[in-house]
């Protein structure tokens, strides 16, 4: 099985540097002009798409007409109290100070903490995997956000690696093969 976790196409939020999570904006101009450059690139049997527009977006332009079967557990993080901020405003918050120097373990004040939404991405990821692998499925693309993949990877993705290893650019991802222990992997450019 090859299966393609590809982040969603440039937001207006992405271009001002801003915690964007469960805000539901779409794609900006340049995101969409981005993807269409990166049409066709992709061949898949099965599509996963996180809920939020972006990704929905992303998807139809990358695979236009194509089904997209929606997994909410695929959404990205609450960013809680920083959500919609950029790091710009958020520098006098002792709260956000603090956020960064836990190297980002610490929970979003009224947010998600980093250690349940890996494991919903995760657990996400296992069960469509297990789906695709009963129905013999052999080219899967998921298109969800940069914090998915990066917990996602994070637990699969062999050579190992941390959390932040495994960030990507809009628009960018990476293509898996099953391995023994997990998936090997080379970046999507």
């Known amino acids: 099985m090859v299966l393609y976790l590809i982040r969603h196409g440039k937001t207006r939020g992405n271009l001002e540097k801003r ?8 794609l900006c101009s340049q ?8 049409r ?25 007409g194509m089904e997209q079967e929606i997994v909410e557990d695929f959404r990205e993080c609450d960013f809680g109290a920083f959500e919609n901020k950029n790091y710009l405003e958020l520098a006098a918050d002792p709260d ?8 980002g373990t610490l929970p979003f004040p009224d947010g998600e903490d980093r250690e349940g939404f890996s494991g919903r991405c995760v657990s996400a990821f296992y069960q469509t995997i ?6 013999k499925t052999e080219s899967v693309g ?13 637990q699969v993705g ?5 959390y932040y290893d495994f960030q ?5 991802g990476f293509s898996l093969r099953s391995c023994e222990g997990g998936f090997t992997y080379d970046r999507i450019c």
């Not at 995101?31 to 990166?38: K, P, T, V, Y």
């Open 40 to 64: 066709q690139k992709f061949s898949v049997q099965k599509l996963y798409v996180s809920p939020l527009l972006r990704c929905r977006q992303t998807a139809e332009i990358l695979f236009p």
């Open 19 to 26: 915690y964007i999570g469960v805000t539901d904006e779409p």
């Open 142 to 154: 998921m298109v969800i956000h940069g914090g998915t993949i990066m917990s996602i990877m994070e």
């Open 96 to 103: 956000y100070q603090r956020w960064i120097d836990s190297q």
């Open 168 to 172: 990507v650019e809009n628009g960018r």
């Open 158 to 162: 062999i050579p190992r690696g941390s």
């Open 31 to 38: 995101g969409r002009i981005e993807l269409e450059e990166q």
């Open 130 to 135: 297990e789906t695709c692998r009963r129905a």
